[in-house]
């Protein structure tokens, strides 16, 4: 995808299951497709845009697994290419894929931080539909715990269509195209640095209030950050967990 500053979207995939074990650090991975499976969790570097920067690179790595609790960084410096998405590192899990009316709860905790400078960037959640489990998504949901720099979601008109409060916190809801798809953006009113929620809440209010049907296949939930520019960024999560029942 080539989205604006003000159009952004990307893939992943989240959920299920409590992995047990406690897993060593290793070195940090910078190839654009490479990753590390830890657990039940698959943490990517995941450099899609990187083409469209004149000078960068972004490195990432896990910091360990307890119980069902991620901890995981990512490390970029990207330049050029202004309004184009350089990369998405992000973490992603098997999840079970089956209609939104049969998902009960998709329960979350992330807590991150950033550092750097002039940074433009989210840190969002990203949850795929379809109707089916392996086609084409045809609608896509995002919830930006942040927006740094000015970064903003798709939006057919550049104003929310809605102002909701779920998970405890108050969010803007944008609408608007990305190809085909149709896409659903929750952009927190401030950063939201330590969320604790069901994600199964901004589910339920679209396809409650929104029209949103309840056949479609919930096919990935992802959660990472996409960076359109910035010097010496660090992005740290501390705590991540998604289940999924």
Known sequence: ?????LTLASTAALALAAPTATVQKRADYCGQWDSQVTGTYTVYNNLWGQADATSGSQCTGVDGLSGSTLRWHTKWSWAGGAGHV?????????ISQKALS???SLPSTWTWTYTGSNIIANVAYDLFTSSSATGSAEYEIMIWLSGL???????ATGSPIATVTLAGK???LYNGKNGQMNVYSFVAASDV?????DLIEFVNYLTSK????KSQILQSVGAGTEPFSGN???FTTSAYILSQS
């Open 1 to 5: 995808m080539r989205l604006t500053v």
């Open 170 to 172: 108050s969010w803007k």
């Open 232 to 234: 010496d960024a660090v």
């Open 210 to 213: 929104q029209g949103m049907p």
């Open 193 to 197: 640095k330590n969320f604790k929620g």
């Open 86 to 94: 350089k990369s998405y590192a992000n973490v992603v899990t098997k």
């Open 102 to 104: 049969s998902v009960k």
């Open 149 to 155: 720099g000015g970064a903003g979601p798709i939006s």
